[in-house]
């Protein structure tokens, strides 16, 4: 009757451990595991010297925050995939679901069609103004589902769904008339890291941070939530208060994902479903190896991304979604009717 | 030889010498984002991430001195063996600028700001050039393009070329007397409402200077579209497909539903464009001038410089 | 016990429920009787309190349960679904266990405690060597009884079951109402049950409540309850009672005549 077992935690860890590693050594300069080890041992004993070699700055400048900030924005999209699957047990729901990456994608839209003059356009003016517009919409999709007086499960998703499709339109509608920029919103909404260095490192982790682990404790009421709002409160839920906790935590996290990396789709909704496929429908295994899995996952097709074409780097958002069909495919074969 | 001979001879050797290597002391200039740019000498390593800089660059003879450039510079035909940092798909790819260890990175206004922060971090020079609004901008950027790689004779060169082929054809087109009313178009993927340039942009100052008229330059905007109804209301004397290069010819307009009765149609007056020519604010802009000039006035066609 | 005072209750600016007011006291099973729509569901919503009352008051054991928090009132009130879309991938054992929600914490740690009282309930129900079964491969009796395990998981007092026979076999429904009398008797508990079948409600109930449009026809013993005019009005068929040759026990059946 127990199942903590203690094994798929250590396999999904190695897995993102060596994810970690290779994204580190490969790139269109592919330096070799012995190089970023002895440039590692150079960086901890200070021996660096003045004039960083160029093995140096792209690990330490470009990768090694790259890795992180993927890492990060795997783990924050799993999590939070993981999370509304079970909210709205749906296992088609993503983080998307209720609206946050396309109010996200609107804010950096236009914050894009801004000329910034030079002293405001630090690397963060984009990812504020996104994170901001994300959150927004949230907002909006919460009260707009409170309309019918009880903000329920259906209410949420059928409100996101209203919602997205007008910020998407308006986004749209805003990349045509700035047709210089109507690239670079492009790649932002096929989703990639377009920031560098470790600023966006820094300014995602702390909201990643908190939604993430506020979604971990989140695991028992997820698994009450399985039997829907009336058994749930008939078995002692707040119903309501978790839901909102649970929606806060992922909007937050997923926010922080989508603005400082961009809409990549699919991680969210394919990695917990194949973590429930394989360990369970217990939320509190599914939860945390989601987020490890996640990342994993992420780091896997960005490092794809980086040497499909080199020395050009595909989008990573287009990578996840090329995987998106041949995942379909395996659940509709794999799966018992009544487990989907 | 006299000792005399021998020592002013070596004086003479001695002072060539100095004068040949110049003292090389650091200079400052301030690019487009009014940032001061220090060099301690002219860049010898750089990286361009736009077309128009591969071409300015080229021109001033530092085509030697540039090590990396973005996926659309493919004029002149040696920057095609220069190595490629992306561009088309995206983003620069910026392990690949850092690899190449420039000593100067020459962005335009086609950038972002937040792209000269993010190079920056990486511990790069960054020059921001801004994009020429009329012809005397262009060789502002010509000048400065020159003082940065150390060719300031070449560039100036350039410049006075570049002006006096420009003045020939105000000369000419002076003593023309029509005016040709032309469309020039950007993208018809959709025949009912293609794109063309709207007043300000270089196809209009260019087409007004060389003495014909752009239809576009009555719409609002830079790079607008405009309705087919309009386009035969208005009904243009000549059309320049400017998408030429995509793939679009003569007759494939010709064909176009409800465009055959159009004047330039009918007369066969419709000319295929190399839209690289004004889209690119480099030295070629003169070039398309004279392009212009040529297909607008034909009686002066073998005058043009 | 359970007091219902005056209860009106409803959806919105509806009112399903008018006036209800009985007592269930420990020990005995009470049935919630009546046509479709009569509003036995919502009656169960309003004891376990999920429905807010319009007008009057519930009482369990002397407290007013819609002063009770969600955790306080679970600890009261039990509730018994149907076991219809359960989450398949749960196991019997995961699912048992979520009736000790109203004593565990935020992450749900379970105490040595909690698991000693989900085994139990899973024994009283004969439904321990479900324990790693999956949900969705066992049958709908099995199903059954493990909710009934989770609700007696949640050791309160008052147990209510929502037509808990509907979706069983005949079987079934025989062992299963026997095991709700034996705990209702063997633990003392207030025990509600909306039920469909007046047939089995005669064998096992102590008292009925007949519910017709949201007001209450009658409560009190089956025998009492359950009488042919009353029956045939109030389902709106001729109804007759056919003793079944055991002391005070009737077949109660509709009839064409």
Known sequence: MKENTARPYLVTLAILLAAMLLSVAVGSVVIPLKDIFAVFWQGITGSLGEQIPPEAAIIFKLRLPRTILLALTGAALASSGAAYQGLFRNPLADPYVIGVASGAGLGAVIAMSIRWPYEWASTFIIPVIAFAAGLVTVLLVVVLARVNRTSSSTSLVLAGVAISSFTTAVSSFVMLKSTGELRRSMVWLLGGSTLSGWQPVLGMLPYAVLGIGALLTMGYTLNVMQFGDEQAAQMGLRVGRRRLIVIVAASLTTAAAVSFSGVIGFVGLITPHIVRLLAGGNYRRILPLSTLAGAAFLLLADILARVVIAPQEVPVGIITALTGAPFFIWVLRRSRPEEV | MTMKKTIIFALLITVLLLTACKPVTPQTYTDFLQREVTLTQPAQRIVSLAPSNTELLFAVGAGEQVVGREDFSDYPAEALDVPSVGGSMGDYNLEAIVALQPDLVLLTELHSPELVHSLEGLGLTVFYLGNPVVLEDLYTNIETVGKLTGHENEAAALVADLTSRVSKVDELVAGTTNRPVIFYELDATDPAKPWTAGPGTFVDQLVSRAGGVNLGSSLDGAWVQISQEELILRDPDMIFLGDAAYGTTPEQVAARAGWENLQAVTKGQISSFDDDLVSRPGPRLVDGLIEFARLLHPEIADQLP | ?257
């Open chain 3, 1 to 257: 016990m359970l007091e219902l005072l005056d209860v009106h209750a409803g959806y919105l600016n509806k009112s399903i429920l008018q006036g209800i007011n009985f007592t269930a006291s420990p020990g005995e099973v009470t049935a919630l009787v009546g046509p479709n729509g009569a509003g036995k569901t919502t009656l169960i919503r309003a004891i376990s309190g999920v429905l807010p009352l319009q007008q009057g008051s519930i009482h369990a054991f002397g407290k007013d349960i819609q002063t009770l928090s969600a955790a306080q009132r679970a600890r009261m009130v039990a509730v018994v679904p149907q076991a219809t879309q359960l989450p398949p991938a749960f196991t019997g054992w995961q699912t048992v266990v979520l009736g000790r929600t109203p004593y565990v914490n935020w992450l749900g740690n379970l105490s040595h405690r909690d698991e000693t009282i989900t085994r139990d309930a899973m024994r009283q129900t004969a439904t321990l060597e479900l324990a790693n079964r999956q949900v969705g491969q066992l049958s709908g009796g099995e199903q059954q009884r493990l909710l009934l395990a989770r609700a007696l998981a949640q050791a309160a007092p008052i147990l209510v079951l929502d037509e808990p026979t509907t979706h069983l076999d005949i079987q079934f429904q025989f062992n299963l109402l026997a095991d709700v009398r034996r705990l209702a008797e063997g633990q003392n508990l207030v025990v509600v049950m909306a039920m469909h079948d007046l047939n089995l409600v005669s064998r096992f109930c102590d008292k009925v409540v007949l519910l017709n449009d949201g007001k209450l026809v009658s409560y009190g013993a089956p025998a009492e309850v359950l009488t042919a005019e009353r029956l045939s009005e109030v389902y709106r068929i001729k109804i007759e009672l056919h003793p079944d040759g055991k002391e005070g026990q009737f077949f109660i059946m509709p009839t064409l005549d």
